[in-house]
């Protein structure tokens, strides 16, 4: 591919990627003479004048930078320019236009893409040069326009053999000669052209352009470079200023176009494809045989943890974890042999970090020598959601043999039934068993539930109902236990596609639930029979109170006695109510309260004239409630029968218990009697009774005030129980 005996000038500051190019340069028959500066590079082109090209880096850290340094070699001497970078930016190639180059390469492009722009740029030079001597040897030794004239045959064929334009104008522009390809670029022939100024055949801005770089080149008498673009094409132009041998003025002027829009596109399309391998999600790199590597992306070095320049001098087997280098030779001869490999490989990041990947290799030939492309997906996230299922998957495993829930799935469109393990273990059959056959599966129901399982399951495959059931199976061995089945139909583009359930192991929770039933029963007799117990040991409690009251003459230990009377018999109501109630802790506040205060009245049948109204909501309410509101309401109504009305005087009581909030409750116990005495109307608190009173209030959590102003009347509020 490449021509020996070729002298190369690489101008690159960074030493190992100098290194690399020069070894890669002088492996494929290239001299290479290497400087890290542009100073130096503009020195060594003036002291050897054998550089054939000149590789120029454009960034080259401290003094003059590439194009620079290319400018003023193309002052002193014609040399084919080939800039190599690491940038792509269109910032980075407007900086190089104007100068005169035979190519613009991507570091890392490629041996092969680097290669071959050395060697473009190389024949192309040669031809540039060939057809620019010929024009200059024939004006030199044909100065006047007969002498030119007269060899115009032998000019006219030389110019036409050339595939670029070239052009001889005098110095106002005039057309003395040009080539067939000049002639059709201007969609004119040869003769139309003759004698004609450029500047009147080109468009105005493009006249009014090329007139400046004229200008230029015959005020300074050195070649102009020019790089433009035209008519979707891209040029590369020279101007040559050409000296009268006898004078020594500048009479005629030479120039050379090229059109570079191929090679332009070439490196172009060379670019992006390198643009896109760098940023593919995938670690691509290149080896030869040897595993030495010759090109790593820009996810090979994120994913290991290196620069670009570090990977590069690794070995394959650096990389690989120990367990897979051992493997790099005989994959390698493997893949000699096959042309293409794929397995699964354990690499190492540069902090020792192991990354397990699926890696692809192919046999390739790169600049002519045999290589190996390989494409590597890292597989860490993969590997641990592997190692996470795993885990859940024993985890759900456990979870069913240990909660005794299996699951099903059945496949509406192959009539396939698939089982966990669980499953298998609920009906007491080996994991042989076919659970595809439905009739054996509804074999192991008691006749009675076969019915109700079938419809159920043909409801949810058909209709798309879902079910659940619980009911009795047979187990392999003849056991008779119950299941819960659940059925769901899965339903897609309105299309039931599967049907999916458990079923669950819930003999030991149906006997636990028979157990908790008839403990309760049994708690039930027993309740009911204590809450008996105690309403009639009460009674008789009160009876020997009745007979003491009525057995004493003194009418304050009577009094006492009838107090205390009523007093058990708020509480006996309770047990009352709890031994008839199914619930034996909550009872109605109304029929409670009612209950109560009817028996408190008819415990003072000497008063005719008073009349007692109840207002009482029905709250459904806990006996730890009900017993200190039973004996408040005992406590204040029985002071205002025995002592707001004096003397028989007729009069009415109110006892009123409702919500007074979203919070509260409120009790009113009040009278139109004759009140307290004024020394006593400032507390709540006078005798035993009101004592009682405040202490039970103070009990539900509750506050207590008294209204004086006609009777008496008592407010209690206290907070709702949290159970109403």
Known sequence: MTTPDKTILL?????FIAMAEEQMLRNNSYEVISVMNGEDAVSCVRNNPGINLVLMD?????GIDGTEAARRILTEHTVPIVFLTSHSEREMVERVRGITRYGYVIKNSGEFVLLSSIEMAIELFGAHQNIENSIQNDIDHRNTEDRLGSSEPAVRALLDASPDTVLLIDIHGTTLALNSKAAERLHMSVDDVIGKNQFDLLPRDIAASRKKYLDTALQTGKTVNIADERDGMYLESTIYPIR???SGKITRVAIYSRDVTEIRTSH?????????VDIAPASITVHDSEGNFIYANQKTLELHGYTREEFLKLHLQELDAPESAVLMKPRIQELIEKGELSFEVVHLRKD?????????????????KPAILSVGIDLTEKKRLENEFHELHSILKETQKISGTGGWVYDAGTGKMTWTDEVYEIYGVGDDFDPNNISADLSFYPPEWRTVIEEAFNDALHRGIPYDLEIELIR???????????????????????????????????KNEEEIRRLLKEKELILRETHHRIKNNMGVIMSMLYLQATATENEQVTAALNDAHGRIQSMMLIYEKLYKSSDFSNISSREYLNDLIEGIGSTFPEIFDVTIKMNIEDHTLDSKILFPLGVIINELVTNSLKYAFPDNHEGEIEISFMLHSSTTF???VGDNGVGFPVSDRKTTNSGFGLDVVNRLVAQIKGTITRDDTNGAIYRIVFPIPEHV
């Open 58 to 62: 454009i960034d080259l850290g401290k």
């Open 666 to 668: 409120e009790l009113k």
């Open 244 to 246: 009268d041998d006898d």
């Open 476 to 510: 392999g061995n003849g056991e008779v236990i119950w299941v819960r089945t659940i059925g769901r139909p899965v339903m897609e583009n309105g299309k039931i596609i599967r049907v999916q359930g458990n079923l669950v192991n819930i003999d030991q929770r149906k």
């Open 268 to 276: 172009e399309h060379i670019r992006m494809l390198a643009d896109l």
């Open 11 to 15: 101008v690159e500051d960074e030493i």
């Open 352 to 368: 020792g970090t192991p990354i397990p990947m699926q890696v692809l290799n192919k046999l390739t030939t790169i600049a002519g």
